[in-house]
């Protein structure tokens, strides 16, 4: 059984910073490309950053330039720093991976959410 567990959300002012964590852990082959999405009440779940496992990324338009995804394969993690936080960047936050347990066969996994409260 694989695990995302994420870390790193709370409460910050517009214009603050936080720096969001996602381990994965359990019995597994490899990790391919490593995402965060999130959600706002009312809302669907939107893709935030995506990054591969060479390291390419991919981010949302509404995060160009203020967020930076990155990963340590050697620990199963990928972190978002998020900066110049903005009210409407309120939201859960998810990690979510392709986790291979097999060559060629992998699973996709969901963390549980971390909250990210930003206030004007």
């Known amino acids: 059984q694989v695990q995302l567990v994420e870390s790193g959300g709370g409460l910050v002012q517009a214009g603050g910073s936080l720096r969001l964590s996602c381990a994965a852990s359990g019995r597994f082959l490899s990790i391919s490309s490593m995402a965060w999405y999130r959600q706002a009440p009312g809302k669907q779940r939107n893709l935030v950053a995506t990054i591969t496992s060479t390291g390419s990324t991919n981010y949302a338009d509404s995060v160009k330039g203020r967020f930076t995804i990155s990963r340590d394969n050697a620990k199963n993690t990928v972190y978002l720093q998020m900066n110049s936080l903005k009210p409407e960047d309120t939201a859960v936050y998810y990690c979510?991976?392709?986790?291979?347990?097999?060559?060629?066969?992998?699973?996709?996994?969901w963390g549980q959410g971390t909250q990210v409260t930003v206030s004007s």
């Open positions: 979510n991976a392709d986790v291979f347990w097999a060559v060629s066969r992998y699973v996709n996994y």
